[in-house]
């Protein structure tokens, strides 16, 4: 930076919402605050998941993880960008970089597990505390349950009804960007996520989430023309997931932290082939092959269905959907949820 960015010892406190490290540690309020104040130049190497603001300045993690007011991976002083922040991280292995960004996570909070690959060797490796949602006797419940006994780990499983996903869908519908079946069935069950962990204590909630992306973890990979492709595409979306996702747990006072979005990780996943990633009908395969190192093989190679349908949350959207009259369209029945809420 050519120009400095902050004012003098009069510099207000920074407003932190999320976490920042440098050089691999994980800083203080007060060192944030004394990097802000005294070297300013240091911010644009923080990694982590942070919106930081002072003196008419902002700051945002690399990858958007942490919603906040100006763009992604940028210092903006009074409505000017400054310059880009590019964490300063080393390149590792890909199970060192998962280990390390699971341990800098992991200090606080609660895991949200489902006892998919993705979940099951966050929660292992953070040994923090855990929970399930999903209705009663839901895929996601049952496959929780056997993730956590296997992994000895301690989890809350939270069964949820159709009333209750009924009351919260026009909470969900006005909170997310993007009003369509599948961002909203995905919204409902980070709501019951964020609801439960905020209930309860937890500001920090730390997720499974990103891995599809980087590792090729959907079905539809398996038919891709240009697999490379579609992977870059869809890792750009990523960034409006994390807007929906922490736009709902800011509801309830919590947020999401996200260990596979962690930069150390993003470099290890991205020098890795697509055709290592997604291997006939196996898939996420370099990730699958560290899990195992450290999960029973049952849980590293289990294929689980995506969160929306393995809670019971879209078949319980389908069935509202009918009962208020829309046998065929979700779509119709987020629509006529949007009229009630503007009085249409």
Known sequence: MNEPV???MRMETPVLNGWVELDGRRLSENEIATICSDHPDMILRFGGEFFLAWDGCTARDHLGVMEGEGPTGTLTCNGKVRDAIIPDVPELPLEDAIITAVRLRS???????????DSSLVAKLAGRECMAVG???????????????????????????????????????????KKDPVNTAIAMTQYFI????????????????GADELFGGYARYMESENLEEELARDFLGLEAQARRDQGIAALHNTCLSMPYLDMRVV??????????KVQGTRRKVPLRKVAERHIPPDLAWYEKKAMQYGSGIWGVMRTLA??????TSVQDYIDQIIRVEHGL
């Open 6 to 8: 902050l004012g003098d």
């Open 267 to 276: 470099r290890a996943a991205r020098v890795i082939p697509a055709t290592e």
């Open 135 to 177: 209705l009663e006797d839901s895929h996601d419940l049952r496959q929780a349950r056997h993730a956590a006994e296997t992994l000895g780990l301690s989890c809350t499983y939270v069964t949820i009804t159709e009333d209750e996903i009924a009351a919260a869908l026009p909470v969900v519908v006005r909170t997310i960007p």
């Open 322 to 327: 009918r009962k208020n009259g829309y046998k």
């Open 107 to 117: 200090d606080e909070g609660i895991c949200a597990l489902s006892g998919g690959v």
């Open 194 to 209: 964020a609801r439960f962990a905020g209930e309860h204590g937890y500001r920090r909630i730390i997720t499974g989430q």
